[in-house]
């Protein structure tokens, strides 16, 4: 059996197993992926702000404004945070503040006036 032709283990032209044709194989489609809310995690920078801007708005005997100053949001935010937002840790750049890019990018937060104020939206 060792000299066998590969010829030989191939139907010869003209024989019956010669009448199936080749159906080609579909790609599976995939589904779109529905994008999820950004909620952040508890003592992020994020949830801090978030945090701040919502009590703003919650407690007015707190804060009587509902656009908030960067240092308003930072003293509110602080409590609720790990990270400090204005000295970045040994080796980096990144403050806590920086979750504010992302709150704003997401929709979360409206930023407004030169000096900014911030304000929650409805989706924050």
């Known amino acids: 059996m060792k ?3 590969k010829a030989a283990d191939t139907p010869e032209s003209g024989s019956e197993s010669d009448t199936t044709e080749f159906v080609p194989v579909q790609a599976k489609k995939r589904k779109t992926a529905k994008p999820k809310p950004y ?3 508890r003592g992020s920078g994020g ?3 978030l945090l701040s801007l919502v009590l703003a708005i919650d407690q007015p005997s707190l804060n009587t404004q509902v656009f908030l100053t960067k240092s308003m ?3 509110g935010a602080q409590l609720y945070s790990d990270s ?3 000295h970045s840790e040994k080796g980096t750049y990144i403050t806590a503040w920086n979750n504010m890019k992302t709150l704003v ?3 979360y937060v409206y930023v407004t006036g ?3 104020k911030y304000c929650l939206t409805e989706e924050g």
């Open 105 to 107: 990018g997401k929709g």
């Open 84 to 86: 400090s937002y204005e």
């Open 3 to 5: 000299g066998k032709s």
């Open 47 to 49: 949830y801090g702000i």
């Open 114 to 116: 030169n000096p900014h």
């Open 73 to 75: 949001v930072i003293r």
């Open 39 to 41: 909620i952040p995690n």
